[in-house]
């Protein structure tokens, strides 16, 4: 294994920049990782290597031509495979999609493009985002690099395990309700929900588009931080991107400093129902953050109780109507029925009988039945009203301290198949990531440590929306006194990738 | 059973009342939610982009000139615009809605609560109240190829093209329309018609009938009388001609009160209109069943208006048609009955009264001699090759008296023929009234010789039989004198 494998994405720009290794070695060296080890961990849905080295040769000859470059150009990335690459397949995970080749790139991948950063592959989730496990993806599940017969986490377990088994430095992610978050808990990665809004949706297939929002998947703070720094700012194609200017978020990292600061542990998001070892972590890490000078409070978000309810009505009521353009009509898988007569409506139906999995199917009916007339008040309606009870409770909560934490996951990675047939428990995963999604505001994870069972455990830092520098400082801060304490990175500390470095 | 029954005995017997939605397409230069072209036609999805297809990932973008177009059109109608209004979607499946879902405004339109005075033939104003006006996005189009006559059920498969999907609309409604009695469907006309000429003026759309720019579904249901709660409706979709509309509400009330009248009920359903047979028949069943799970579309925030932007936009609002009618009628001088006979060519007439004619010859030989001509032509009066300066140039040579009314005719014929304007038809035609007594008084000499009778009993005091003898000296010289003249030298020849 090439020691450029493993380093940093900030490590790696100075050595490109330094011209003490070229992009092409760079992106040599990761698809080289991933041709040894994604057989096992299956985090890429598929790459594209050639297309990778063409983009790292045009940097590399950019570079030696003395052109000024953007910091992480000839840093290899991978995306997930719901965020749409002009002609590189993208599938979200879904039969029906399979074969797909876009006609356009989303706007991260626009700015990705612009930054320099070769694209070495598209990233494997369940089907449409949906799911906490990928074991939804249709096209088999990926395995955790730190015990490959569990869960990487879900629906961005191909990201957060080919950053975590060191495929790629950097990955895109989608968080509707934890999908970047719970991942990165679950594999010992960082992984960053922005604000909604903070980065362009445009090119993301929508599961929730009031929910969903794009974000950086890597191994460090700070390579989340200069990474959020490429995919953020306004974009006019998506109307609900903001239009405000991009703060340093490597500063916040670099300078981070949390004398002073108030940090709010929310009661609801810990205690029965969170895994012994995952408590132990939490609380371990938060020593460290008042010994550093924070303050710590507790505050309650009562409404937090009623988030899980309200997200099982929201998401699945958008998805339902956003999932209704596969039809067999455009794009994408086509299935005409075996037998009577070929009609439009019979075709649609062939096409989504056979294209959607059985999770994917789940959600439309739930928010098909949620949406229809007579309903609408109780479910949809109620739900919009729980929606604004959390966003107050964030309110109150962020009056009174500075960022708010929790675990990120109540439980360490689970064993694949355990939680397939009890749909409830797969969604009781997400019970502390979904408030952020339902109030918009950011959250990230970052690793505190390994439970009792030598899994690794999330530690989520949120908060107000349009203050993603905040979360930034503070986890900054937590990474460098955890890593003083574990005498390295958690990953390299516990030989996840067998110690070969 | 009769499928229908006899119209006055129908208007006798049930009261109906009107509903009706106009969609109008807005001539922007884009979509309504994406960058592509918006214009008539063009090779069959090559107006679209990731957003007018629907493809995965991409988003919609509200279109800024369309939401003015939208307030420009809600204010013409006197509406309250909206503080906020939203974007929801319909949600439905159909291969011409590229999503699956129609995104279009819900419970918070942009524009309600407004009124429409029409005018009707005989000059009576109706008020027709409007409860909404809103903003959609088209959809594409269907075409369905082999089987019957591009019939779905027959047809071996169909073509979708996209180029129209996304296309802004504004959806206007009414509320129900009562007291129109048996002139609903003149009322249905006149409102689509009268909506039709404020598109125009508003400048938001070309408003063409004949390319769907401006489509109506008419919704029509009979109640026993004015004091009844309303009846069960039918909804008559695309009708995309005024005389058709009136035909539509004419045929259908006809057909629900001969299912009335037999003891039968009013299905409520779609109905489409048969422009040949001049009926309407069944279409899909609809019942409040059908559900469209609207919900607010999340790809796009609520739309608030700058209240000082429609202030702006209300300021600079052209003069409406009616407005405009009430200010040249008392410009003109015009009597009600002048003024509705002056409908059709109103801005004929004022440009030619602008070109220094009296409004009264303008309308005179506009609405005369000119829409006789395009009558017979089949052709609009703007089609007509003569201008309303040509025409003003006309009234000027008769009110100088070089032509009199009957030359003025034949000129006009030149210049319709393409010789030109009326100076040089004169010219070349050589048409001139004879005024010189000269030879006006060989030709009155010839024709008393030929005509002793006549001139009998004229000297026996039969003076009006000088008529004929005026019409034969008239076509002696070839209608170029003044037959005021011929008869006054007539009668001093006879000695009468």
């Given at each position: 294994m090439?020691?450029l494998?493993?380093?940093?994405?900030?490590e790696?720009?100075?050595?490109?920049?330094?011209?003490?290794?070229?992009s092409?070695?760079v992106?040599?060296?990761?698809?080289?990782?991933i041709?040894?080890?994604d057989?096992e961990?299956h985090?890429h849905?598929?790459?594209?290597?050639?297309?990778?080295?063409?983009?790292?040769?045009?940097?590399?000859?950019?570079?030696?031509?003395?052109e000024?470059l953007?910091?992480?150009?000839?840093?290899?990335?991978?995306?997930k495979?719901?965020v749409?690459?002009?002609?590189?397949?993208?599938?979200?995970?879904?039969?029906?999609l399979?074969g797909?080749i876009?006609?356009?790139?989303?706007t991260v991948?626009?700015?990705?493009?612009?930054?320099?950063?070769?694209i070495?592959?598209?990233?494997?989730?369940?089907?449409?985002?949906?799911?906490?496990s990928?074991?939804?993806?249709?096209?088999?599940?990926?395995?955790?690099?730190?015990?490959?017969?569990?869960?990487?986490?879900?629906?961005?377990?191909?990201?957060?395990a080919?950053?975590a088994?060191?495929?790629?430095?950097?990955?895109?992610g989608?968080?509707?309700?934890?999908s970047?978050?719970?991942?990165?808990?679950?594999t010992?990665?960082?992984?960053?929900?922005?604000?909604y809004?903070?980065?362009?949706?445009?090119?993301?297939?929508?599961?929730a588009?009031?929910l969903?929002?794009?974000?950086p998947?890597?191994?460090?703070v700070?390579?989340a931080?200069?990474?959020?720094?490429?995919?953020?700012?306004?974009?006019?194609?998506?109307s609900?991107?903001?239009?405000?200017?991009?703060?340093?978020?490597?500063?916040?990292v670099?300078?981070?400093?949390?004398?002073?600061?108030?940090?709010g542990?929310?009661?609801?998001?810990?205690?029965?129902?969170?895994?012994e070892?995952?408590?132990a972590?939490?609380?371990?890490?938060?020593?460290l953050?008042?010994?550093?000078?924070?303050?710590?409070?507790?505050?309650?978000?009562?409404?937090?109780?009623?988030?899980?309810?309200?997200?099982?009505?929201?998401l699945?009521?958008?998805?339902?109507?956003?999932?209704?353009?596969?039809?067999?009509?455009?794009?994408?898988?086509?299935?005409e029925?075996?037998?009577?007569?070929?009609?439009?409506?019979?075709?649609?139906?062939?096409t989504?009988?056979a294209?959607?999995?059985?999770?994917?199917k789940?959600?439309?009916?739930?928010?098909?039945?949620?949406?229809?007339?007579?309903?609408?008040?109780?479910?949809?309606g109620?739900?919009?009203?729980?929606?604004?009870?959390?966003q107050?409770?964030?309110?109150?909560?962020?009056?009174?301290?500075?960022?708010?934490?929790?675990?990120?996951?109540?439980?360490?990675a689970?064993?694949f198949?355990?939680?397939?047939d009890?749909?409830?428990?797969?969604?009781?995963?997400?019970?502390?990531?979904?408030?952020?999604?339902?109030?918009?505001?950011?959250?990230?994870?970052?690793?505190?440590?390994?439970?009792?069972?030598?899994?690794?455990?999330?530690f989520q830092?949120?908060?107000?929306?349009?203050?993603?520098?905040?979360m930034?400082?503070?986890?900054?801060?937590?990474?460098?006194?955890?890593?003083?304490?574990?005498?390295?990175?958690?990953l390299?500390v516990?030989?996840?990738?067998?110690?070969a470095? | 059973?009769?499928?229908v029954?006899?119209?006055e005995?129908?208007v006798?017997?049930?009261?109906?009342?009107?509903?009706?939605e106009?969609?109008?397409?807005?001539?922007?230069?884009?979509?309504?939610?994406?960058?592509?072209?918006?214009?008539?036609?063009?090779?069959?999805?090559?107006?679209v982009t990731?957003?007018?297809?629907?493809?995965p990932?991409?988003?919609?973008?509200?279109?800024?000139?369309?939401?003015?177009?939208?307030?420009?059109?809600g204010?013409?109608?006197?509406?309250?615009?909206?503080?906020?209004?939203?974007?929801?979607?319909?949600?439905y499946?159909?291969?011409?809605?590229?999503?699956?879902?129609?995104?279009?405004?819900?419970?918070?339109?942009?524009?309600?609560?407004g009124?429409?005075d029409?005018?009707?033939?005989?000059?009576?104003?109706?008020?027709?109240e409007?409860?909404?006006?809103?903003?959609?996005?088209?959809?594409?189009?269907?075409?369905?190829?082999?089987?019957?006559?591009?019939?779905?059920?027959?047809?071996?498969?169909?073509?979708?093209?996209?180029?129209?999907?996304?296309?802004?609309l504004?959806?206007?409604?009414?509320?129900?329309?009562?007291?129109?009695?048996?002139?609903?469907p003149?009322?249905?006309a006149?409102?689509?018609?009268?909506?039709?000429?404020?598109?125009?003026?508003?400048?938001?759309?070309?408003?063409?009938?004949?390319?769907?720019?401006?489509?109506?579904?008419?919704?029509?249901s009979?109640r026993?009388s004015?004091?009844?709660?309303?009846?069960t409706?039918?909804?008559t979709?695309?009708?995309?001609?005024?005389?058709s509309?009136?035909?539509?509400?004419?045929?259908?009330i006809?057909r629900?009160?001969?299912?009335?009248?037999?003891?039968?009920?009013?299905v409520?359903?779609?109905?489409?209109?048969?422009?040949?047979?001049?009926?309407?028949?069944?279409?899909?069943?609809?019942s409040?069943?059908?559900?469209?799970r609207y919900?607010?579309?999340p790809?796009?925030?609520?739309?608030v208006?700058?209240?000082?932007?429609?202030e702006?936009?209300?300021?600079?609002l052209?003069?409406l048609p009616?407005?405009?009618?009430?200010?040249?009628q008392a410009?003109?001088?015009?009597?009600d009955?002048?003024?509705?006979?002056?409908?059709?060519?109103?801005?004929?007439?004022?440009?030619t009264?602008?070109a220094?004619?009296?409004p009264?010859?303008?309308?005179?030989?506009?609405?005369g001699?000119?829409?006789?001509?395009?009558?017979?032509?089949?052709?609009?009066?703007?089609?007509?090759?003569?201008?309303?300066?040509?025409?003003?140039?006309?009234?000027?040579?008769?009110?100088?008296?070089?032509l009199?009314e009957?030359?003025?005719?034949?000129?006009?014929?030149?210049?319709?023929?393409?010789?030109?304007?009326?100076?040089?038809?004169?010219a070349?035609?050589?048409?001139?009234?004879?005024?010189?007594?000269?030879?006006?008084?060989?030709?009155?000499?010839?024709?008393?010789?030929?005509?002793?009778d006549?001139?009998?009993r004229?000297?026996?005091?039969?003076?009006?039989?000088?008529?004929?003898?005026?019409?034969?000296?008239?076509?002696?010289?070839?209608?170029?004198?003044d037959?005021?003249?011929?008869?006054?030298?007539?009668?001093?020849?006879?000695?009468?």
């Amino acid at each position: 294994m090439s020691t450029l494998v493993g380093t940093t994405a900030a490590e790696l720009a100075r050595l490109l920049a330094a011209r003490e290794v070229s992009s092409v070695e760079v992106t040599r060296a990761h698809l080289d990782r991933i041709a040894e080890v994604d057989g096992e961990i299956h985090a890429h849905l598929r790459t594209a290597a050639a297309e990778a080295l063409a983009a790292a040769e045009r940097v590399d000859a950019a570079r030696s031509r003395g052109e000024g470059l953007p910091l992480l150009a000839g840093v290899p990335i991978s995306v997930k495979d719901n965020v749409v690459t002009r002609g590189l397949e993208t599938t979200a995970g879904s039969r029906i999609l399979e074969g797909w080749i876009p006609p356009y790139d989303a706007t991260v991948v626009t700015r990705l493009r612009a930054a320099g950063m070769p694209i070495l592959g598209k990233t494997n989730l369940d089907e449409f985002a949906m799911g906490s496990s990928t074991e939804h993806s249709a096209f088999g599940p990926t395995r955790n690099p730190w015990d490959t017969g569990r869960i990487p986490g879900g629906s961005g377990g191909g990201s957060a395990a080919a950053v975590a088994s060191l495929q790629a430095p950097l990955a895109i992610g989608s968080d509707t309700g934890g999908s970047i978050r719970q991942p990165g808990a679950v594999t010992g990665t960082v992984g960053v929900k922005p604000t909604y809004g903070g980065v362009s949706r445009y090119g993301l297939i929508a599961l929730a588009s009031s929910l969903d929002q794009i974000g950086p998947v890597a191994r460090t703070v700070e390579d989340a931080a200069l990474l959020h720094e490429v995919l953020a700012g306004h974009d006019p194609l998506d109307s609900t991107s903001l239009d405000a200017p991009v703060p340093s978020f490597s500063a916040a990292v670099r300078d981070a400093d949390v004398a002073g600061m108030r940090i709010g542990v929310v009661r609801e998001l810990g205690g029965e129902g969170y895994q012994e070892g995952v408590r132990a972590s939490f609380e371990t890490a938060l020593g460290l953050l008042a010994d550093a000078g924070a303050e710590i409070v507790e505050v309650s978000c009562p409404s937090f109780d009623y988030a899980l309810a309200a997200y099982y009505l929201i998401l699945p009521a958008e998805a339902s109507s956003n999932l209704a353009r596969f039809d067999g009509m455009r794009f994408g898988l086509r299935i005409e029925p075996s037998d009577g007569p070929v009609t439009a409506e019979r075709v649609m139906a062939a096409t989504r009988g056979a294209g959607f999995g059985d999770e994917v199917k789940r959600r439309i009916i739930l928010g098909t039945h949620a949406l229809s007339a007579g309903y609408f008040d109780a479910y949809y309606g109620s739900a919009q009203k729980v929606r604004t009870l959390i966003q107050r409770d964030f309110a109150a909560a962020f009056e009174r301290a500075d960022v708010l934490v929790s675990p990120t996951a109540p439980t360490t990675a689970f064993r694949f198949g355990e939680k397939l047939d009890d749909p409830l428990a797969m969604y009781l995963n997400d019970i502390a990531t979904i408030p952020a999604n339902l109030a918009g505001t950011p959250g990230m994870s970052l690793p505190s440590g390994v439970s009792e069972d030598g899994l690794p455990v999330g530690f989520q830092v949120l908060a107000p929306a349009h203050e993603d520098e905040r979360m930034y400082r503070v986890s900054g801060v937590l990474e460098r006194l955890l890593e003083e304490r574990w005498g390295g990175r958690l990953l390299d500390v516990h030989g996840v990738n067998g110690g070969a470095r | 059973m009769n499928d229908v029954v006899d119209y006055e005995e129908a208007v006798a017997a049930f009261d109906p009342v009107l509903g009706i939605e106009v969609h109008v397409e807005l001539g922007t230069r884009t979509k309504m939610f994406d960058g592509a072209p918006v214009a008539f036609g063009g090779e069959p999805n090559s107006r679209v982009t990731p957003v007018s297809l629907g493809l995965p990932g991409s988003l919609p973008k509200v279109n800024r000139a369309a939401v003015e177009s939208a307030i420009r059109i809600g204010l013409a109608l006197g509406c309250e615009i909206a503080e906020s209004s939203r974007f929801a979607r319909k949600n439905y499946f159909y291969p011409d809605m590229p999503k699956n879902f129609q995104t279009s405004q819900y419970d918070e339109p942009i524009a309600r609560d407004g009124h429409l005075d029409v005018e009707l033939a005989d000059g009576t104003l109706f008020r027709v109240e409007i409860e909404r006006a809103h903003m959609e996005e088209d959809a594409g189009k269907n075409t369905h190829v082999g089987g019957d006559a591009g019939r779905i059920h027959s047809a071996e498969y169909s073509l979708v093209d996209y180029n129209r999907a996304g296309v802004p609309l504004v959806e206007i409604v009414t509320r129900p329309i009562t007291g129109a009695g048996a002139r609903a469907p003149e009322v249905a006309a006149a409102y689509v018609q009268t909506l039709r000429d404020i598109f125009r003026v508003l400048d938001v759309s070309e408003a063409r009938m004949e390319r769907g720019n401006v489509r109506a579904d008419v919704n029509v249901s009979l109640r026993p009388s004015p004091e009844a709660p309303l009846g069960t409706r039918t909804e008559t979709k695309n009708v995309n001609s005024f005389r058709s509309i009136e035909r539509a509400v004419q045929y259908e009330i006809t057909r629900q009160a001969a299912v009335l009248l037999s003891g039968g009920t009013v299905v409520q359903e779609t109905r489409h209109w048969h422009e040949e047979t001049g009926e309407t028949s069944p279409g899909r069943v609809k019942s409040d069943a059908e559900d469209y799970r609207y919900f607010p579309e999340p790809d796009l925030m609520p739309i608030v208006p700058d209240r000082a932007w429609i202030e702006e936009l209300r300021a600079r609002l052209p003069e409406l048609p009616a407005a405009r009618r009430r200010r040249l009628q008392a410009e003109w001088g015009f009597s009600d009955l002048e003024m509705r006979d002056a409908a059709g060519a109103l801005d004929l007439i004022v440009e030619t009264v602008a070109a220094g004619a009296a409004p009264a010859a303008a309308r005179k030989w506009w609405t005369g001699e000119l829409a006789r001509v395009a009558n017979s032509r089949g052709a609009t009066l703007e089609e007509l090759p003569v201008t309303p300066v040509q025409v003003a140039q006309l009234v000027a040579l008769v009110d100088a008296g070089e032509l009199t009314e009957r030359l003025a005719r034949q000129v006009l014929d030149g210049v319709l023929a393409g010789e030109g304007d009326p100076a040089d038809v004169l010219a070349t035609r050589g048409l001139r009234v004879v005024s010189d007594d000269g030879p006006l008084l060989a030709a009155i000499d010839d024709v008393i010789a030929a005509n002793p009778d006549i001139v009998e009993r004229i000297r026996a005091g039969r003076v009006q039989a000088t008529g004929a003898l005026v019409g034969s000296v008239m076509k002696a010289t070839r209608g170029q004198a003044d037959a005021g003249r011929v008869k006054e030298l007539i009668a001093s020849r006879l000695g009468v």
